[in-house]
């Protein structure tokens, strides 16, 4: 099995996030920058592939210099090698540029399943799956809480999450699939790990490497454009009361009081 | 006027609420036309409700072809409807499975997309929250036919009854598209409660509930009040809900008009989810936690002691 598994570093998940004053794209500065914490249940998914059934699993990754930490933590966590597309010219890509530039790379490479993670905690879109799926020209398995491959077969069958249960869901590779949080326990790296990393293959390609148009990339060839952006207005604090044994009624009372029930 | 298309969010037929919100919110942009995507025989669960809420025209393509794969047939299908009628723009439901769709189509129709918006000027500026609603901003698409994926409680539907002209689309889906296919569906837990997403009041539970038998507790208020049941994540992690029922930065975005949080310490993964609902209730036993900074009503307390109570004022209390 060929398998490719997309990573994003974003700003801690903790970390207050902000835009940029000056171009409105995600403030990457002033905060500690970490993987996409779902994309490790798609790096996870992708290792426990390849312990089952062979093969060979390349991290893919667009965003800055910087980013190269990212891939070097799913190198450690077991990854065999690693694609880092990275050009000034790409900064502030929306993701329709991301998967068209992401789809460039991934098909050099051939894949037998492309895996990402549900969404990145730091634009929310939840559509690089789906986009992936629709530039490589290959089945959609995106929301999948389990991941069952028949490499004889040449089969992939996921579990799809829906509201009140799952689709069994299924299609010929090569595919992608999209992993949702929970689908599995993401391993720690270990020290081992983190000194094998080091000497792992990485490729870092210019968008001129990738073949990509400069003009349909960045913020020049973003489809959309912020026109204002301002904090939100802090929600301040109401009433706290303490319970003295009519804590239910009291809320009750509060409710009534705003026509809520 | 120029036509708006919408795309119909419904489950075998029976349309859901962010329809309705859709189409009047298509309203102030221009001439609604709304697509039902469906299985055979679906659309007549759909009709009246659809010319209820003023869509002018329907697409209707029902077709085992949509409903029996992932993405890529119904994305094929509502991409060249827009690029057959050129509409002022295409409005979506934010769930899982038409923000998919929606972001395929702005790919065929090489758009520019939109999502999460809680609200569309007449000018196609939208307004979404971003970073779990702590940053406001307005956006704008700049190339070809505008896709908006749209909160579901952005708009209040407003009826505009008439008679829509029906178009019916004869679909024919490239064997390309038909890559995912749907071999069973499988229904764990058949509520009856309102769509998470959707409910005008949630009533979520977290860590404090401290074993899964606990969120019993939750759901009986929930269903006094009508309410949706979500979860943090550390009770879904713990494996006392399901994971369909998250509430953070990483599972549901709600903004209802009550959220009542039960043993939620409100933490950032928490409040990301939730903190543009109207009106928050906290129930936590810290008085450090902080949700206490945030909700409009905070007890301070045992849950176990003011769940059940505040259930039976509530019953009291709609019972006259």
Same mark, same amino acid.
């Given at each position: 099995?060929?398998?490719?598994?997309?990573?994003?570093?974003?700003?801690?998940?903790?970390?207050?996030?902000?835009?940029?004053?000056?171009?409105?794209?995600?403030?990457?500065?002033?905060?500690?920058?970490?993987?996409?914490?779902?994309?490790?249940?798609?790096?996870?998914?992708?290792?426990?592939?390849?312990?089952?059934?062979?093969?060979?699993?390349?991290? &893919?990754?667009?965003?800055?210099?910087?980013?190269?930490?990212?891939?070097?933590?799913?190198?450690?966590?077991?990854?065999?090698?690693?694609?880092?597309?990275?050009?000034?010219?790409?900064?502030?890509?929306?993701?329709?540029?991301?998967?068209?530039?992401?789809?460039?790379?991934?098909?050099?490479?051939?894949?037998?399943?492309?895996?990402?993670?549900?969404?990145?905690?730091?634009?929310?879109?939840?559509?690089?799956?789906?986009?992936?799926?629709?530039?490589?020209?290959?089945?959609?398995?995106?929301?999948?809480?389990? &991941?069952?491959?028949?490499?004889?077969?040449?089969?992939?069958?996921?579990?799809?999450?829906?509201?009140?249960?799952?689709?069994?869901?299924?299609?010929?590779?090569?595919? &992608?699939?999209?992993?949702?949080?929970? $689908?599995?326990?993401?391993?720690?790296?270990?020290?081992?790990? $983190?000194?094998?990393?080091?000497?792992?293959?990485?490729?870092?390609?210019?968008?001129?490497?990738?073949?990509?148009?400069?003009?349909?990339?960045?913020?020049?060839?973003?489809?959309?454009?912020?026109?204002?952006?301002?904090?939100?207005?802090?929600?301040?604090?109401?009433?706290?009361?303490?319970?003295?044994?009519?804590?239910?009624?009291?809320?009750?009372?509060?409710?009534?009081?705003?026509?809520?029930? | 006027?120029?036509?708006?298309?919408?795309?119909?969010?419904?489950? @075998?037929?029976?349309?859901?609420?962010?329809?309705?919100?859709?189409?009047?919110? #298509?309203?102030?942009?221009?001439?609604?036309?709304?697509?039902?995507?469906?299985?055979?025989?679906?659309?007549?669960?759909?009709?009246?409700?659809?010319?209820?809420?003023?869509?002018?025209?329907?697409?209707?393509?029902?077709?085992?072809?949509? #409903?029996?794969?992932?993405?890529?047939?119904?994305?094929? +299908?509502?991409?060249?409807?827009?690029?057959?009628?050129?509409?002022?723009?295409?409005?979506?439901?934010?769930?899982?499975?038409?923000?998919?769709?929606?972001?395929?189509?702005?790919?065929?129709?090489?758009?520019?997309?939109?999502?999460?918006?809680?609200?569309?000027?007449?000018?196609?500026?939208?307004?979404?929250?971003? =970073?779990?609603?702590?940053?406001?901003?307005?956006?704008?698409?700049?190339? *070809?036919?505008?896709?908006?994926?749209?909160?579901?409680?952005?708009?209040?539907?407003? #009826?505009?009854?008439?008679?829509?002209?029906?178009?019916?689309?004869?679909?024919?889906?490239?064997?390309?598209?038909?890559?995912?296919?749907?071999? @069973?569906?499988?229904?764990?837990?058949?509520?009856?409660?309102?769509? !998470?997403?959707?409910?005008?009041?949630?009533?979520? *539970?977290?860590?404090?509930?401290?074993?899964?038998?606990?969120?019993?507790?939750?759901?009986?208020?929930?269903?006094? !009040?009508?309410?949706?049941?979500?979860?943090?994540?550390?009770?879904?992690?713990?494996?006392?809900?399901?994971?369909?029922?998250?509430?953070?930065?990483?599972?549901?975005?709600?903004?209802?008009?009550?959220?009542?949080? +039960?043993?939620?310490?409100?933490?950032?993964?928490?409040?990301?989810?939730?903190?543009?609902?109207?009106?928050?209730?906290?129930?936590?036993?810290?008085?450090?936690?902080?949700?206490?900074? =945030?909700?409009?009503?905070?007890?301070?307390?045992?849950?176990?002691?003011?769940?059940?109570? !505040?259930?039976?004022?509530?019953?009291?209390?709609?019972?006259?």
């Amino acid at each position: 099995m060929n398998i490719v598994v997309t990573v994003k570093q974003v700003p801690d998940t903790w970390a207050e996030k902000k835009l940029d004053a000056a171009d409105k794209t995600v403030d990457r500065k002033s905060v500690d920058n970490v993987m996409n914490e779902m994309d490790e249940y798609g790096v996870e998914e992708a290792l426990k592939i390849k312990e089952a059934h062979g093969g060979e699993v390349t991290v &893919v990754t667009m965003g800055p210099v910087k980013a190269v930490e990212t891939i070097r933590k799913a190198l450690s966590m077991g990854a065999d090698k690693a694609v880092h597309l990275t050009d000034d010219s790409l900064h502030g890509s929306d993701a329709l540029a991301t998967s068209a530039a992401l789809a460039k790379v991934i098909s050099t490479l051939s894949p037998d399943l492309v895996i990402t993670s549900s969404e990145a905690s730091d634009a929310r879109g939840g559509v690089i799956g789906a986009l992936l799926a629709e530039r490589l020209g290959l089945p959609q398995l995106t929301q999948a809480r389990k &991941v069952t491959v028949d490499p004889g077969a040449s089969k992939v069958t996921i579990e799809r999450l829906a509201d009140n249960g799952y689709a069994l869901v299924e299609a010929s590779l090569p595919a &992608v699939v999209g992993v949702v949080e929970k $689908i599995n326990q993401p391993r720690y790296p270990s020290f081992k790990g $983190i000194m094998a990393a080091k000497k792992k293959p990485l490729t870092t390609l210019s968008a001129a490497d990738a073949g990509l148009d400069a003009a349909a990339v960045g913020l020049a060839g973003a489809a959309s454009s912020v026109v204002t952006a301002q904090a939100a207005p802090p929600r301040s604090s109401g009433t706290i009361v303490k319970d003295e044994g009519d804590g239910g009624t009291k809320i009750a009372g509060f409710l009534a009081a705003q026509k809520l029930i | 006027m120029a036509e708006v298309l919408v795309l119909v969010e419904h489950a @075998d037929g029976e349309p859901k609420k962010v329809t309705a919100e859709l189409l009047t919110l #298509a309203r102030t942009l221009g001439e609604p036309s709304a697509v039902f995507l469906g299985a055979p025989g679906t659309y007549a669960k759909a009709k009246e409700y659809l010319a209820q809420y003023g869509a002018a025209k329907v697409y209707v393509a029902e077709s085992d072809d949509i #409903a029996g794969y992932i993405g890529g047939p119904a994305a094929e +299908v509502l991409a060249n409807l827009a690029g057959a009628a050129s509409p002022v723009a295409v409005l979506v439901a934010a769930t899982a499975d038409s923000r998919e769709v929606a972001a395929r189509v702005a790919a065929r129709l090489d758009s520019g997309l939109i999502w999460d918006a809680t609200a569309l000027s007449a000018d196609l500026v939208a307004t979404q929250g971003i =970073f779990g609603g702590s940053t406001i901003v307005t956006s704008k698409v700049t190339k *070809g036919v505008p896709v908006v994926v749209v909160r579901p409680n952005a708009t209040a539907p407003e #009826a505009a009854p008439g008679t829509p002209t029906e178009q019916i689309v004869d679909v024919a889906v490239s064997d390309a598209a038909k890559g995912a296919k749907i071999v @069973d569906r499988v229904v764990e837990a058949k509520s009856g409660r309102p769509d !998470l997403t959707e409910a005008q009041v949630v009533v979520s *539970g977290g860590r404090g509930l401290g074993a899964a038998e606990h969120f019993a507790l939750v759901e009986k208020l929930a269903d006094t !009040l009508g309410a949706a049941v979500g979860a943090s994540r550390a009770a879904t992690d713990a494996g006392w809900y399901p994971h369909q029922n998250q509430v953070g930065q990483t599972g549901k975005t709600v903004s209802p008009q009550l959220y009542i949080a +039960v043993g939620i310490s409100g933490a950032i993964q928490h409040r990301a989810g939730m903190q543009t609902s109207k009106t928050i209730v906290a129930v936590n036993k810290d008085p450090e936690a902080p949700i206490f900074e =945030f909700a409009d009503y905070g007890l301070v307390g045992d849950l176990f002691n003011v769940v059940p109570q !505040l259930t039976e004022e509530i019953g009291k209390h709609k019972a006259g």
